[in-house]
Structure formats: structure tokens, C-alpha cells
């Protein structure tokens, strides 16, 4: 399995609250996306990098900042939960959309 | 309109049926994945094809450019098939577009 690892797994948070997730690759890999899954919709992208404090804004991208200051590691912040953001969220690696892509296991987060 | 659009959204078969999935994208695109999600979520990469065919085990996936369309078939259908079957295609940059994903029950 490729070395991508999502943290947390599952998180409970209050409206208003900042929330962040952390994906870690240990593959070395150029890109790496957030998706958000929501019922009645494919994935959405929300931010991607395609490298080190390179980033850029996905379709749903409103509410949400993202920072990558190193490889391995791709941070997305809701610096204000809202209930609009309850969603499973997954990330993603790869080198190019030609080559295969890898995904975490998803993070649940429910706002209340 | 979605720029991928997949069919049927949901398909119950019985085991040993020959299943077909159908993905339709209405951009150019430099690659097709399928993907797989099992319950509790987690997604897996199938295949990633730009031409032809491809075959893996009892998965076959097609892909006719110029018609701007793919097929994921699985032959002698098993219940541990039952997942949801995602298409995404990789267009402009380094983005993927997805599907909504195919409901797959396989029963005994």
C-alpha cells in the first residue's frame, strides 16, 4: 500500500471552532489533493499542491485554506467550522493525473 | 451537466453475472482512473488507462477516445465485489474530475 496516512480519523467539532487535517505521504510523491464526499456528489477537489508551498484552489474551495511546507506533509485548515462542512474528507497523492492515484483512508468530521 | 457522468448509480447482480459500469466524460482528458470504495470508505485505484483496454484478474476496463467514453467490466461477479466504482478523468493541470460513483451489490 502506498504510505499515506490521514489524521484524524474521525473528529467532532463545534461550529465557529478552526479544524485542521493532516495528510502525510511517505512516497515522495509531487502532488496532493483534498477531496471532500458528500451524498449525491462525486469528489470534490478543494485545494491541491503540486509542490512545496505551491498550492491552488479546487471547485469547493470557499471556507477552507490549505499549506504545504513540507513534501511529506499537506495541511487543510477550516479556520471556521460550519455545519456546511460536515463531510468525509480524503486525501489524495500522485505524480501526475497520467500516473496512478493514492488515496487515504478519510477523515469523517462533523460539525455541530 | 457533469463533465463525468457514470451509469447505471446503482446495479444488484447475482453472483456470476457479467457486470458493465459505464463512464461518459464530455472533456478532453489526458487519462481515465477507476477507482473502488468498499464500506468503511477507503478508495483504491483499478486501473488508469489513456487508450485500449486493460485487464486485471477479472476486471477488464475500456476506454474509446473518440467517443469520449469507458466500460469497467468484472466477469463471474462475486458478493466481495460489492463496492462503489468511481471514474474520474484527469484534464486540464494536475486535477481529476470524478463521477459520482456507481452502487455495486453483489448477492449470493
Known sequence: ?112 | KNEVEQSPQNLTAQEGEFITINCSYSVGISALHWLQQHPGGGIVSLFMLSSGKKKHGRLIATINIQEKHSSLHITASHPRDSAVYICAVGTSGSRLTFGEGTQLTVNP
Open chain 1, 1 to 112: 500500500d502506498a504510505g499515506i496516512t490521514q489524521s484524524p480519523r474521525h473528529k467532532v467539532t463545534e461550529t465557529g471552532t478552526p479544524v485542521t487535517l493532516r495528510c502525510h505521504q511517505t512516497e515522495n510523491h509531487r502532488y496532493m489533493y483534498w477531496y471532500r464526499q458528500d451524498p449525491g456528489h462525486g469528489l470534490r477537489l478543494i485545494h491541491y499542491s503540486y509542490g512545496v508551498k505551491d498550492t491552488d484552489k479546487g471547485e469547493v474551495s470557499d471556507g477552507y485554506s490549505v499549506s504545504r511546507s513540507k513534501t511529506e506533509d499537506f495541511l487543510l485548515t477550516l479556520e471556521s467550522a460550519t455545519s456546511s462542512q460536515t463531510s468525509v474528507y480524503f486525501c489524495a497523492i500522485s505524480e501526475d493525473v497520467r500516473t496512478e492515484a493514492f488515496f487515504g483512508q478519510g477523515t469523517r468530521l462533523t460539525v455541530v
